[in-house]
């Protein structure tokens, strides 16, 4: 069994005191488009008793554990099982033409980690399964065990960002063929053997990459932020901020790009003065990416490879 109460949310009081200016003092709306086991949540409807929270989370588990957690303050509460590249169908249907903030607190949560049998985790023996919704869809048992050798080498390649693709994709393949693989301690094992020895000695577990490519095909990760991240910035009324933490490269540079492209001017570089409605529409809340403090990440591991970006809307679209 997973504690919920001992979750610890990944830089709580930062992510706190970005949303604060947004929140404060009035009858505000926010979006957790991650609710997870509702960590954040709980503080931010705390900390602002006239606040209003849509919390959206594709994991039922998560969503019940969640709504338990936030009980105490239901009457301000919207929890919806949906994926967060849905967010303008969940605020259109419950009526919100717009938010005062957005938190996105991205990638794999605790509890899935935490619970064996979800697969996600290549220190515990269980299925390949790896879908943050066990409702339907393919698994990664599906993606292993299935895809073509030259397909599953680009998922590796360009979600694990693993230099090694091409050899545990053909290792899987060799595997594969003479039965499926269907245990993620088979498959760490099989990924270990195909590594040259003297890699494996550096870099933390020789499978971490091909689990982290798997699960984020599994569940169309990184689809869902491209879609994602626009919406809440377009659903941010004037005032409004969005906090989005990330936990690889791949995830915070779409991130970083879409901020870069709201916080631009786009008047045409030869005219002499702005043009009206060109200016940027979001303001830099944070110099770069920001990560946790030594103490954080001693407190608590899972924010050793977090990376924190916010901006503020300044100014609505054309």
Excluded at 25 to 50: I, K, M, N, S
Excluded at 184 to 212: D, S
């Amino acid at each position: 069994m997973v504690d919920d109460t001992a979750h610890v949310p990944v830089l709580l009081d930062r992510v706190l005191a970005l949303l604060t200016p947004a929140l404060a003092d009035r009858p505000a709306v926010v979006v957790d488009a991650t609710l997870g086991l509702g960590g954040h949540a709980e503080a931010l409807l705390a900390a602002h008793p006239r606040l209003t929270l849509v919390g959206l989370d594709r994991d039922p588990d998560a969503l019940a554990r969640s709504r338990a957690r936030l009980a105490p303050y239901a009457a301000r509460t919207h929890l919806v099982h949906a994926v967060y590249d849905r967010m303008p169908d969940v605020l259109a249907e419950l009526g919100f033409t717009g938010v005062d903030g957005a938190l996105f607190d991205l990638g794999v949560s605790s509890m899935q980690l935490d619970l064996p049998e979800r697969g996600f985790a290549y220190a515990q023996d269980a299925p390949l399964d790896m879908r943050m919704d066990q409702s339907g869809g393919r698994t990664a048992d599906d993606v292993v065990n299935t895809y073509p050798v030259a397909e599953l080498a680009r998922v590796l390649r360009e979600y694990g960002e693993e230099r090694f693709a091409l050899r545990i994709a053909q290792a899987i393949d060799r595997e594969r063929r003479v039965a499926p693989l269907r245990s993620t301690a088979q498959l760490a094992e099989l990924v270990r053997t195909a590594i040259p020895a003297a890699t494996r000695r550096h870099g933390g577990h020789p499978a971490k990459r091909t689990f982290q490519a798997l699960r984020i095909e599994v569940n169309g990760e990184l689809d869902a932020v491209r879609g994602a991240v626009p919406a809440a910035i377009d659903a941010l009324g004037v005032g409004g901020r969005i906090v989005v933490l990330a936990y690889h490269s791949l995830e915070d540079r779409i991130v970083k790009q879409a901020f870069a492209a709201r916080a631009t001017d786009t008047t045409p570089p030869d005219l002499p003065v702005p043009l009206p409605g060109q200016g940027p529409q979001l303001r830099l809340l944070t110099r770069g990416a920001e990560q946790a403090g030594d103490a954080e990440i001693a407190a608590n591991p899972r924010a050793s490879s977090v990376r924190l970006r916010a901006a503020e809307r300044i100014r609505k679209s054309a």
